[in-house]
């Protein structure tokens, strides 16, 4: 992607991406680049997250 003619067509197309798509891309490149049990780790934390049903100071999301 370090063509500048590529990347000038593609946003003309599809216009800037919302800051929460580039976070969102940013993420799943860390995580590919996990090894297979971190991967798992960090999918059985999300889950207990999002099953937590109460916010709690104890799990900051930032």
């Given at each position: 992607?370090?063509n500048p003619?590529?990347?000038s067509e593609l946003h003309?197309?599809l216009?800037?991406?919302?800051?929460?798509?580039?976070?969102?891309?940013r993420l799943l490149?860390?995580?590919?680049?996990?090894?297979?049990p971190?991967?798992?780790?960090?999918?059985?934390?999300?889950?207990?997250?999002?099953n937590?049903?109460?916010?709690?100071?104890?799990?900051p999301?930032?």
């Amino acid at each position: 992607m370090k063509n500048p003619t590529f990347i000038s067509e593609l946003h003309k197309k599809l216009g800037a991406p919302s800051s929460e798509i580039v976070d969102s891309l940013r993420l799943l490149k860390a995580f590919v680049k996990l090894a297979p049990p971190q991967r798992y780790e960090v999918l059985e934390m999300a889950e207990r997250l999002a099953n937590d049903d109460s916010p709690s100071s104890e799990h900051p999301l930032s």
